[in-house]
């Protein structure tokens, strides 16, 4: 082939090969990266100044109380309510004081007579009454064996005669130390001026009864003692 024949020709591809149009790439998509934001959880709040929350304590039921116990014979010292009677209308020389022991209870027993002195033969007035301390008409302290107190106090009576001053009650019944369970001694305090008081020592705090006697008129105070 001539050369310049052979020239035309590879001009001629080449151009048919500029003129094909270009081979197209598609690349494929990147792929989609989801980016999920989590969700903070909130946090619980309370009033400012409010303490930490606690979970509330069980509630215990109280135990009952425990009922305190006493001997046989013994009173609590508030159960001790005074014990009073007689009349103001009589009057009455006491005479007589004796204590003795009984089955289930020691016996103080205050024996009168008829009073020369105004007024109607009858019970006085008497109290029968707890006690810590005893004085004497002159001040002075009065001392009485015994781990418990009681007064007993007459008004309208005497232990002597009124009108002469001769004392009646005999004086080996001034001051009383039995050998009883409970009373451990009973003592004359006071002979004045129609007051008689009397002093009496227990073993043991017990509360006692009461009661009137008539011919002759006598005052019964009785101490429960065991069985």
Not at 194 to 219: E, F, H, K, S, Y
Request: glycine share 6%; hydrophobic share 40%; proline share 15%.
């Amino acid at each position: 082939m001539p050369a310049p024949v052979f020239l035309l020709a590879v001009l001629f591809s080449v151009t048919l090969l500029a003129c094909t149009p270009e081979e197209t790439v598609r690349l494929s998509p990147a792929p989609t990266v989801v980016t999920t934001t989590a969700t903070p959880t909130p946090t619980p709040t309370r009033p400012i100044g409010a303490g930490p929350t606690t979970a509330p304590s069980p509630t215990v039921a109280p135990s009952p109380a425990a009922t305190p116990t006493t001997a046989p014979g013994s009173t609590p010292n508030a159960a001790c309510a005074p014990l009073a009677g007689g009349s103001t209308a009589n009057r009455a020389l006491l005479t007589d004081v004796r204590i003795a022991h009984n089955p289930g209870f020691d016996r103080l027993v205050f024996e009168f007579a008829q009073s020369p002195g105004p007024g109607a033969y009858g019970v006085p007035p008497y109290r029968v009454e707890l006690a810590s301390t005893f004085t004497a008409i002159n001040g002075q302290p009065v001392r009485v064996d015994g781990n418990a107190y009681f007064a007993v106090n007459f008004q309208q009576a005497d232990a002597h005669n009124p009108n002469t001053g001769q004392v009646v009650l005999p004086q080996s019944k001034f001051d009383l130390k039995p050998t009883t369970p409970l009373i451990r001694e009973a003592k004359l305090v006071e002979d004045f001026e129609a007051t008689v008081r009397w002093a009496v020592g227990l073993d043991r705090l017990v509360c006692p009864t009461v009661l009137t006697l008539a011919n002759p008129v006598r005052v019964v105070i009785d101490y429960p003692t065991p069985p």
